[in-house]
T-cell receptor
Framework: RKEVEQDPGPFNVPEGATVAFNCTYS??????FFWYRQDCRKEPKLLMS???SGNEDGRFTAQLNRASQYISLLIRDSKLSDSATYLC???????????FGGGTRLMVKP | EPEVTQTPSHQVTQMGQEVILRCVPI?????FYWYRQILGQKVEFLVS????????KSEIFDDQFSVERPDGSNFTLKIRSTKLEDSAMYFC???????????FGEGSRLTVL
């Protein structure tokens, strides 16, 4: 089983739509979870950390479900500029090492 | 805003040659990392570095790879004898704490011919 698994997409949505991504992780001892955004051929950039209680940052909401070992990212009112690959990141089996999922590609269309 | 800087942005080399990729982490960060991303694939962990020594490394980080912090600011990745399959984007990252948010540089694209 892959350590961090994501649906690669692409998710094609119109502007203004709401879209949600899930990510599953294999290590039940993982403590830290993040969503990163990566534009084509660019470096990953932190979008948001994911806290146990869930957290919201503007149009973005992240949730953690420890029982089912998945995290989610919800994007409301999608903008063209949201088009990117969204990377789920979890601290892995080695404890401190962060493990990246393969990413989910989002394409927002006019 | 402080940032991680990497040089070179792109390097082309012949198979078997040595390559050194350089990084300047954010100044008050204590933990440093190298990741790589082969075109079209996921970001993969290579190595983490703390207190002047390797703290973790992956299976990818074999004897051909080494890291060094030669002075108070630079953090380098050396590939001793490059192979075709080493062609990738290499990202340096740093963080204030572990586990914590990683701040990435813009990457060094390595092309091995």
């Amino acid at each position: 089983r892959k350590e961090v698994e994501q649906d690669p997409g692409p998710f094609n949505v119109p502007e203004g739509a709401t879209v949600a991504f899930n990510c599953t992780y294999s290590n039940s001892a993982s403590q830290s979870f993040f969503w990163y955004r990566q534009d084509c051929r660019k470096e990953p950039k932190l979008l948001m950390s994911v806290y146990s209680s869930g957290n919201e940052d503007g149009r973005f909401t992240a949730q953690l479900n420890r029982a089912s070992q998945y995290i989610s990212l919800l994007i409301r009112d999608s903008k063209l500029s949201d088009s990117a690959t969204y990377l789920c990141v979890v601290n892995g089996d080695a404890g401190n090492m962060l493990t990246f999922g393969g990413g989910t590609r989002l394409m927002v269309k006019p | 805003e402080p940032e991680v800087t990497q040089t070179p942005s792109h390097q082309v080399t012949q198979m078997g040659q040595e390559v050194i990729l350089r990084c300047v982490p954010i100044s008050n960060h204590l933990y440093f990392y190298w990741y790589r991303q082969i075109l079209g694939q996921k970001v993969e962990f290579l190595v983490s570095f703390y207190n002047n020594e390797i703290s973790e490394k992956s299976e990818i980080f074999d004897d051909q790879f080494s890291v060094e912090r030669p002075d108070g600011s630079n953090f380098t990745l050396k590939i001793r004898s490059t192979k075709l399959e080493d062609s990738a984007m290499y990202f340096c990252a740093s963080s204030r704490r572990v586990p914590g948010e990683l701040f990435f540089g813009e990457g060094s694209r390595l092309t091995v011919l």
